[in-house]
């Protein structure tokens, strides 16, 4: 059973900086990916970064490249996501998502490439 666990979202000013925290726990492959999604209300969630985990690929949303970016300490199995000059187009809950690397390859950015969810963290961004 694999357990995620978001932290570090809050209500930031526009122009602001936040880094977001994704602690696993239980069992992922050596070689897995985890992803960052978000979801506003009213909209379907979407995927923002995504991370082949042990030194692999990274994957970016076009809305966030340049802006985002997703790390790992692979010693604690943390995943982060530093989000900088923040919207309040960024503005939803993210959710952090696992899963094997055969799972996930070529849906990194999709939902359907993950089983396993965190329960979310709220970031809202004020103009």
């Known amino acids: 059973q694999v357990q995620l666990v978001e932290s570090g979202g809050r209500s930031v000013q526009a122009g602001g900086s936040l880094r977001l925290s994704c602690a696993a726990s239980?069992?992922?492959?050596?070689?897995?990916?985890m992803g960052w999604f978000r979801q506003a209300p009213g909209k379907e969630r979407e995927g923002v970064a995504a991370i082949y985990t042990g030194g692999g690929n990274s994957f970016y949303a076009d809305s966030v490249k340049g802006r985002f970016t997703i790390s790992e300490d692979n010693t604690r199995n943390i995943v982060y996501l530093q989000m900088n000059s923040l919207k309040p187009e960024d503005t939803a809950m993210y959710f952090c998502a696992a899963d094997n690397f055969d799972v996930a390859l070529g849906r990194e950015l999709r939902a359907d490439g993950f089983r396993f969810w965190g329960q979310g963290t709220q970031v809202t961004v004020s103009s």
């Open positions: 239980g069992y992922i492959a050596s070689t897995g990916c």
